[in-house]
């Protein structure tokens, strides 16, 4: 493994060099944050160009940084600004060690773009006006909203962190959901990270906390790569447990038919980062759909690839496949677009 910290020049032909620029741009996505953490690492801002969008911005400091000898000490101080909890911990604290991270396996470009099966990650004007008057919710909407998450609530247990082996050493998280009694779907890149096949996959059920940040019961259950079935120009796949996983984790009925509706929400259960699930739900506005694909604002992190899409009634309507880069449109604050396929083209058999 090369140390992606101690490299000269930057070596973005790294899938973990280019997940540290993404990671860097998620949690810093603006010019002035950027230019900050930077400042703190030791690099003289007044070199950059910060009148570039952030992921470009974000790409001159890891060059700058590899150049002088300062991508350690920028580690350090991302692992300094970003709390314990945080999904991007894990990446930082494993490089700055020396220890291959475990990467998302969603395919980018040596740029660090995302592969959209639709258009780009590029967000809209429009895209990024449709909260200029605020995240506030009307009173009226909050008992919908509660019936919303009280269906959520029943589909969560169903959702499962997915640790994937790779021949030789090495893997990659991502995301899964129990669709029968022996079968979890998830993204087709989680389970062939960079194209090659896993050589072991554990399924980690009620990976989840008590609210107050303490650890509840999980539930391991392995799974056989021979199993694994789908289709990978759409990004799907099936694998089957080795194992029965009990009757604590409900099997998640899939409705072909669902419709995402343009301009509804998009909910997402994930585990970004490999850590304990957790709930898209901030700027969860639906902004294009076709018979493929959905694309949504609603947050994710690197290791929701596999995560489910739900709408208002709880329904899956589509497997998270690729998180876009936050860019700032409009004057308006960073918003990133993500995408997912469509439960439509799923085919259980």
Not at 44 to 62: G, N, T
Not at 283 to 288: D, E, F, M, T, V
Request: net charge negative.
């Amino acid at each position: 493994m090369t140390d992606v910290l101690a490299a000269w020049p930057y070596p973005w032909t790294e899938p973990a060099a280019r997940q540290l620029h993404r990671t860097l741009t998620q949690l810093f996505p603006s010019p002035k944050a950027a230019a900050d953490v930077a400042a703190r690492a030791g690099i003289e801002v007044w070199a950059l160009d910060l009148q570039q969008p952030p992921v470009h911005i974000w790409k001159d400091v890891l060059d700058t940084a590899a150049k002088l000898g300062l991508s350690r000490a920028l580690a350090e101080t991302v692992r300094d600004l970003v709390p314990a909890t945080s999904p991007a911990r894990p990446l930082v604290d494993d490089l700055l060690a020396a220890r291959p991270p475990r990467a998302e396996a969603e395919p980018v470009g040596r740029d660090g773009a995302p592969r959209f099966l639709a258009a780009s990650d590029t967000v809209s004007v429009e895209e990024a006006l449709l909260y200029h008057d605020s995240l506030l919710l009307p009173i009226g909407r909050v008992p919908a909203l509660i019936g919303t998450l009280r269906r959520l609530l029943a589909v969560a247990p169903s959702v499962c962190k997915l640790e994937v082996a790779l021949p030789g050493g090495g893997g990659t998280l991502g995301t899964g959901l129990r669709v029968g009694p022996r079968r979890i779907l998830t993204c087709w890149h989680v389970l062939h990270p960079g194209g090659t096949p896993a050589s072991a996959v554990v399924a980690e059920f009620g990976y989840d906390d008590d609210g107050a940040g303490g650890a509840v019961p999980s539930t391991a259950v392995r799974c056989d790569p021979a199993t694994v079935t789908g289709d990978p120009a759409d990004d799907w796949a099936l694998i089957g447990t080795a194992e029965d996983p009990g009757d604590t984790w409900p099997v998640v009925p899939l409705d072909p038919g669902a419709v995402p509706r343009l301009h509804g929400p998009a909910y997402i259960i994930q585990h970004p980062g490999g850590v304990r699930k957790r709930l898209g739900f901030v700027r969860n506005h639906i902004s294009y759909v076709d018979d493929r694909v959905v694309q949504y604002l609603t947050d994710t992190q690197t290791g929701s690839s596999g995560a489910p899409v739900l709408d208002a009634d709880g329904t899956v309507i589509a497997i998270h496949h690729a998180g876009g880069r936050p860019q700032e449109v409009a004057g308006r604050p960073p918003t990133n677009k993500n995408e997912g396929i469509r439960i439509s083209r799923v085919r259980l058999g």
